[in-house]
């Protein structure tokens, strides 16, 4: 059934890398800017490589230093990895991880296109990295960890690729109440970020035991309805999909006829989002932590 559903989410995601998603779209952009992305930043960067996928902005609160080593977790088009790259500088390496072909694939035509010298993509999932013991200064992901079933396992890789005193700087979604019935329920939800949510009491616990110290994890306030803003783009969606875990999938198919058609990740979790307000429930967070010094 996990791995069903790990299908059911890279097929979806798949779909918005091969869709013409991207900055050049208002709803798109709206995303990211209220998840606290700047203008500059957004255009700093490829558009093809922001498709209104963010719960937050990562790079904004994990303090990256010129000549560090940075991996992002769940990369996407590689949004975060090139704003951490400019933070790096050339003496230092912004790592994208990501398991879907397709998002790895855009990835590196962003970073062909906006000819990054200091960047690189791996086909991972984030349960199993690719990445040496201890060679790493800082994590960042967004909205990314709630989609990993074993989130235990995850942390646990986190801190084992991390430097002793690096740390951990993530936006994500979490619970700090009971999701509706049909939400909790909805694989567009699921992959929407926040059907996998967990209570943010478990997601500290969850750090605290894989190692971590100094855990903090702040709700940001932010409004998670304006997923729904991202609407009538043109893209091609992936096949009907049977859902694993329960999770319900909300039509037929997300395919369309119509060419001008959103994803099936951006339309499933629009129309569910008209229906119910989850900002009761659920929170984007800034989740910071860090692994303790060897000699701690």
Known sequence: MLEGLLKSVQSRYAAAAESELSSDHAGVRAVAEAFGYSAEEITSVPAAANMGLSCGNPTAMASIRPGETVVDLGSGGGLDVFLASRLVGPEGKAIGIDMTPAMIERAQANAASGDYRNVEFHLATIDHLPLADSS?????????????????????????????????????????????????????????????????????DGLLAAGFEHVEIVDSGADLNVYAKVENQSACCSPSMTAGQGLSVLAESCCSSDAGAPTGLHEDLRALLSEFDVNAAAASVKVYAVKPNATH
Do not use: M, Q
Not at 163 to 176: E, Q, T, Y
């Open 136 to 204: 790493v200064d800082c994590v960042i992901s967004n909205c990314v960890l709630n989609l990993a079933p074993d989130k235990p396992a995850v942390f646990r890789e986190i801190a084992r690729v991390l430097k002793p005193g690096g740390r951990l700087a993530v936006s994500d979604i979490a619970l700090k109440g009971e999701l509706p019935a049909a939400v909790a329920e909805s694989l567009a939800a699921y992959v929407g970020c926040i059907a996998g949510a967990i209570r943010i009491a478990e997601y500290r």
